[in-house]
């Protein structure tokens, strides 16, 4: 994988203290191990991103076992299309878009392992707490602070991509994708979390499905349903805290959620696969 540098677009070299391009813009290393490539015209506030409270909180709760089952199905469509790709001849570039605390990545990268085929797995994120637990955790997976509006990958080097729940700009998709590389968007399904919202609002809307890019191929579409089952105070104080919508709720709503020591909600995403169309 070719990383360019986030100001004047050459080739960046990743070193091990930083990285460094041929005009001499240099990128430090943090001592937990990822990169940060976010030049400051690109950060849009001081620590943009999601915060130490909500990333600690995803962490507890997807180390807990809870969202498993899309691990799962994502590491089975991810080798499932290296093992068909007869085009990656040298090693996979995976690259994971909004990694958030890594836990999607660090299964890819475990998966890819197993399927012993050669691949060069790295996580994104605009926020740096999210790096700081997501390098600490996992071992060779490249991870850099950088935005998914302005990759600092060059053009055509992707095979995989990922984006999971995360903003992002199909255009610099498009530019990143090698040839046949893909990407594979979860979203929300409409009735994600549903019993969760049910404590909050009082009438809880369905997710709307995300639209379709524009110059796009969908080659799938798949939906995943499945039974979340917490059942302990500190489960469901952890999946709201992560959990973005209860921001916008009102204070007294949450404290009636506060008395549950047990809530079984919906997990519901949505998982479609991109190509861009050739042109
Ligand atoms: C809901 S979390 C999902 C994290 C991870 N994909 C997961 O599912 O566990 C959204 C993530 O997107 C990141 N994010 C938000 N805006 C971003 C941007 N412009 N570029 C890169 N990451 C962004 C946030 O910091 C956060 O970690
Ligand atoms: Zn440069």
């Not at 995976?94 to 890594?102: A, I, K, S």
């Not at 498009?174 to 994600?192: A, F, K, M, T």
Request: charged share 20%.
């Amino acid at each position: 994988m070719r990383w360019r540098c986030p100001i004047c677009a050459g080739d960046l070299a990743l070193l091990q203290d930083g990285a460094r391009c041929q005009l001499g813009h240099q990128f430090d290393r943090a001592r937990q191990g990822y990169i940060n490539l976010l030049p400051v015209n690109h950060k849009g506030s001081r620590e943009p991103g999601d915060g130490a409270e909500m990333i600690k909180a995803r962490r507890a709760f997807l180390a807990a076992g809870h969202y498993q089952p899309l691990a799962n199905r994502l590491v089975a469509i991810v080798c499932d299309r290296v093992r068909d790709s007869s085009r990656i001849t040298g090693p996979v570039n995976v690259l994971d878009c909004g990694c958030g605390e890594g836990y999607y990545t660090s299964a890819l990268a475990a998966g890819l392992l197993e399927l012993d085929t050669p691949a060069r797995v790295a996580g994104l994120d605009i926020s740096r707490m999210a790096l700081r637990l997501a390098s600490r955790q996992h071992a060779g997976i490249e991870f850099a602070v950088a935005s998914n509006f302005h990759l600092p990958v060059h053009d055509d080097q992707i095979d995989v991509m990922i984006r999971i729940f995360a903003p992002g700009d199909f255009g610099e998709v498009r530019r990143v994708l090698g040839p046949q590389g893909i990407i594979i968007v979860v979203s929300p399904g409409p009735r994600h979390l549903y019993e969760l919202k049910q404590g909050i609002y009082a009438e809880p809307r369905n997710h709307v499905a995300p639209t379709m890019p524009e110059g796009f191929d969908c080659l799938l579409e798949d939906t995943l349903q499945f039974p979340v089952v917490l059942q302990a105070r500190e489960e469901i104080d952890a999946l709201l805290t992560m959990t973005p919508f209860v921001w916008t709720a009102r204070r007294e709503t949450l404290s009636e959620l506060d008395h549950l020591t047990q809530l079984t909600t919906q997990a519901d995403f949505i998982i479609r696969c991109y190509q861009p169309m050739a042109v």
